[in-house]
């Protein structure tokens, strides 16, 4: 859509208000160039740029970046750190991040709680808003890609230390890729590995790892929506209810809107109501 203003000194607020949208909750404007979020009170000449992209909230998420900073010795505040807030188009990704903040990754990296830094074309979608990162100096050497050998061969890479267990990579993937880690295990090399063990227990080459993610089940549900699959595991015990809550968290979908969902069995073509 085109919208002619007739002044220079328009806000988003006021641009947004403009836009007439039926039955839409609150609407945000983002950048093509970088998916952030721009704040209600910007004036659109500071913004560089004619051109954004709608939202609704549930297309964003909210990002907060603790900085370090140092202190003087005549500074007597005690929080030593900036935190910078911004709203980020969910399938933004640390890339993103990175441009809108002029962050260089090859100095400073993105640390998420405290062990595990996501590899910069991470989306954003992968966590759940708000989202909190440390901005370090310190660089995690080890570099983690897994590979989910059960659902499309889907990947993500993260950064690490020597010291961290099978069992905490397998919790990272778990929660990246929005599955349930009870369902699953870690192969390397073609063969299942142990929880207890470490990175450091391991050979590898430039320090890179890679893990295949396998089922710990024989049974697979295929979960269809609108242009979406996702395949997901299952058991003979399995309830209605929580497949289509495991539908949901899979999908991105917010669980709160269930009641909106049902969940329909296709054999042979027909389908029937579950």
Known sequence: MKIYLE????????????????????LYLASIDTQRIFQNNENLTNLNTQNFILLEENETCVVSIEKERSLSITDNNDNTNEVVRQRFRTSATIEDIMKENNI??????????????????????????????????????????????????YSLTFYCSSSMSIERILEIACQLFRIRKKYYCLHHSGRSIGEGIAL??????????????????????????????????????MKVL???????????????????????????????QV
């Open 7 to 26: 002044n220079n000194t328009t806000t988003v607020e006021q641009l947004l208000q403009q836009i007439d949208i039926s039955d839409s909750g609150n």
């Open 104 to 153: 260089d990754y090859r100095n400073e990296q993105f640390l998420h709680e405290n062990d595990f830094v996501p590899a910069e074309s991470t989306p954003l979608s992968y966590f759940t808003s708000p989202i909190h990162f440390q901005l370090v100096e310190t660089i995690l050497p080890f570099a983690v890609t897994i590979i989910n050998a059960e659902d499309n061969n």
């Open 200 to 237: 450091k227990d391991l050979d590898t080459v430039d320090d890179k790892f890679e893990f295949q993610l396998m089922y710990m089940v024989t049974i697979k549900c295929l979960i269809s929506y609108t242009n979406q699959t996702t395949i997901l595991p299952g058991s003979e015990e």
């Open 242 to 272: 929580e497949i289509v809550e495991y539908a949901l968290e899979s999908l991105h979908i917010e669980e709160r809107d269930i009641d909106s969902y049902e969940l329909f069995l296709i054999r042979n073509d027909n389908k029937s």
